[in-house]
């Protein structure tokens, strides 16, 4: 049973350029969530999808994010414009269900760097 | 807000030496409390958890328990091990609905030969 995947694993961009990283959550699972993890610190929610709905997108900047998961395909966190300060380690995790009780699943996380 | 507050690293130890990380937890209500851990490169694993006061969370010789009269979940490991280098993430979820995880800072853990 494949864990959560993400891709790429390493992403560099130049400021202005667009960053899209991928999450395919573990099978069976419909319950969504990207985190961001900025260096010497602890992880930042940012977003949590069900499949084609935005459930609470309260951590996403207002500005120059998005995120999307489709009825099909893996889900996007979509950073246009990108600047020096979006360089971080962006993680995805996964759960069957909703519910604060339950454990979510992460995926090895994207790191991006923005020269 | 809710929030969690780790013990400050990093923490040093020698293998078989006894492990303790402190967390606690500012919360307005009664959150589901987790450890998880992350090693160099890679995403973060659960480690252990407890849904309710009183809950103890075990998982390879770690130990927490939900302690709600102290608001903490203290990790505990009697004996390290050099595969235990790691860091640690205390974390919450739960409250008011909400299923995202609030993160304490985490704490680097090596552990010598």
């Known amino acids: 049973n494949a864990g959560v995947m993400q891709n790429p694993r390493h992403l560099v961009r130049r400021r202005g350029q667009e960053a899209r990283l991928r999450c395919s959550p573990m099978?069976?699972?419909?319950?969504v969530y990207w985190y961001r993890q900025l260096p010497e610190e602890g992880l930042k929610f940012m977003v949590y999808?069900?499949?084609?709905?935005?459930?609470?997108e309260s951590g996403m900047p207002k500005e120059r994010f998005s995120a999307e998961f489709p009825k099909e395909g893996p889900s996007i966190l979509r950073i246009q414009q990108v600047v020096r300060g979006d360089s971080a380690a962006y993680f995805c995790?996964?759960?069957?269900?909703?519910?604060?009780?339950?454990?979510?699943?992460f995926g090895p996380g994207t790191r991006l760097l923005v020269l | 807000g809710n929030s969690v507050t780790q013990m400050e690293g990093p923490v040093t130890l020698s293998e078989e030496a006894f492990l303790t990380i402190n967390c606690t937890y500012t919360?307005?209500?009664?959150?589901?409390l987790f450890w998880y851990v992350q090693y160099p490169g890679e995403g973060l694993q659960l480690l252990l958890k407890?849904?309710?006061?009183?809950d103890k969370g075990s998982n390879k010789g770690f130990e927490a328990t939900y302690r709600k009269e102290t608001t903490s979940f203290h990790l505990e490991k009697g004996s390290v091990q050099v595969s235990d280098s790691a860091v640690y993430f205390c974390?919450?979820?739960?409250?008011?609905?909400?299923?995202?995880?609030?993160f304490g800072k985490g704490t680097k853990l090596t552990v010598n030969p």
């Open positions: 995790a996964s759960s069957p269900n909703g519910g604060g009780q339950e454990t979510q699943y």
């Open positions: 099978k069976g699972h419909s319950h």
């Open positions: 999808l069900q499949k084609e709905n935005i459930i609470d």
């Open positions: 919360a307005t209500g009664y959150p589901s």
């Open positions: 407890a849904t309710k006061a009183d």
């Open positions: 974390a919450l979820s739960g409250l008011g609905g909400s299923e995202k995880l609030v």
